[in-house]
């Protein structure tokens, strides 16, 4: 089946989608339209999972600006995705901080308690354990981790197990 010539890339993205970017556009002038772009990639991986490069290509079509500058800020964020990874996405801080807290332990008790290191997904596609953060800037909070996007901190393996078996 081929491509219909006249359908766009941007023609990829959901209702949904196209509204959270409008809103991002709306926020700048119409000649700093680039600006929009983490939230509108932020949106697409939001409800995809991940970044695909024919998402990104429809990120780029609709805002206006070239796809190599979509895929560089798309693979230079530490928050996109650009492959399938697990459901729920666990950032664990390694910085020196939460290192003399314990962070360490909490990195290797997910580890034993997943049973998949850094930068791996559960074989059940549940969780993904992001590669090393080397600061979330919770430090305070010492040790820390990042579910998705929610920060948690003062852990302590039995917290740990708490956060992750309210999960669905």
Not at 76 to 89: D, I, R
Request: hydrophobic share 35%.
């Amino acid at each position: 089946m081929s491509a219909n010539p006249t359908q766009r890339k941007s023609d990829l993205l959901s209702e949904h989608v196209r509204h959270e970017i409008d809103d991002w556009l709306a926020r700048y002038p119409e000649d700093q339209r680039q600006s929009a772009v983490l939230g509108a990639l932020r949106a697409v991986q939001h409800e995809h999972g991940h970044l695909s490069t024919e998402m990104m290509d429809a990120v780029a079509d609709y805002i206006g600006m070239p796809e190599i500058a979509v895929y560089e800020a798309g693979s230079f964020y530490s928050m996109f995705e650009l492959q399938p990874v697990g459901k729920h996405s666990i950032s664990v801080c390694t910085n020196i901080s939460c290192m003399l807290r314990g962070g360490d332990k909490i990195l290797e008790h997910l580890e034993n308690k997943l049973g998949v290191g850094l930068g791996e997904s559960t074989p059940d596609g549940r969780f993904f354990l992001k590669r090393e953060e080397e600061c979330l800037a919770g430090c305070c909070g010492a040790p820390m981790m990042q579910v998705n996007h929610v920060y948690h901190e003062h852990l302590t393996p039995e917290r740990v197990d708490e956060i992750l078996d309210k999960l669905d």
